[in-house]
C-alpha cells in the first residue's frame, strides 16, 4: 500500500504562483511514476502531468510551460510549481502513484485533493 498526502492549495490571483506537495509512503518500490490529476466541477478529472523513475516528465498541452513537475526521492515528495496560473486552471489537485503489474502500469493511488482556485 501507499499512502499519499497533499499539501499547498489555496487561493491566488490570476498570472499568480502555486506550489503543490505531495509526501509518500508506503510500498514506494511498487511505483513506476507519480502524477497530478485535477478536477473541475463538472468535468472530468484529467492527468496533468506526471513524472517517471526515470525522470521523465510529461505535461498535457494546457499546462505546458507553465507547470512543472519535479520529485525528491531522499524525501519521497512530489512537487507541482504552478506559475502563470489562470481562472481556468481552477480545480482540485489529486497527488497519484501509478503502480507496476504484470498487466502493466495503473494509477493505483490517490491523496486526498487539494484546492487550487484562481481568481480573475
Known amino acids: 500500500q501507499v499512502q499519499l498526502v497533499e499539501s499547498g492549495g489555496g487561493l491566488v490571483q490570476a498570472g499568480g504562483s502555486l506550489r503543490l506537495s505531495c509526501a509518500a509512503s508506503g510500498s514506494i518500490s511498487t511505483l513506476d511514476a507519480m502524477g497530478w490529476y485535477r478536477q473541475a466541477p463538472g468535468k472530468q478529472r484529467e492527468l496533468v502531468a506526471h513524472i517517471t523513475t526515470g525522470d521523465s516528465t510529461n505535461y498535457v498541452d494546457s499546462v505546458k510551460g507553465r507547470f512543472t513537475i519535479s520529485r525528491d526521492n531522499a524525501k519521497n515528495m512530489v512537487y507541482l510549481q504552478m506559475n502563470s496560473l489562470k481562472p481556468e486552471d481552477t480545480a482540485v489537485y489529486y497527488c497519484?502513484?501509478?503502480?507496476?503489474?504484470?498487466?502493466?502500469?495503473?494509477?493505483?493511488?490517490w491523496g486526498q485533493g487539494t484546492q487550487v482556485t484562481v481568481s480573475s
Open positions: 497519484a502513484a501509478r503502480s507496476k503489474g504484470i498487466y502493466g502500469s495503473s494509477w493505483s493511488y
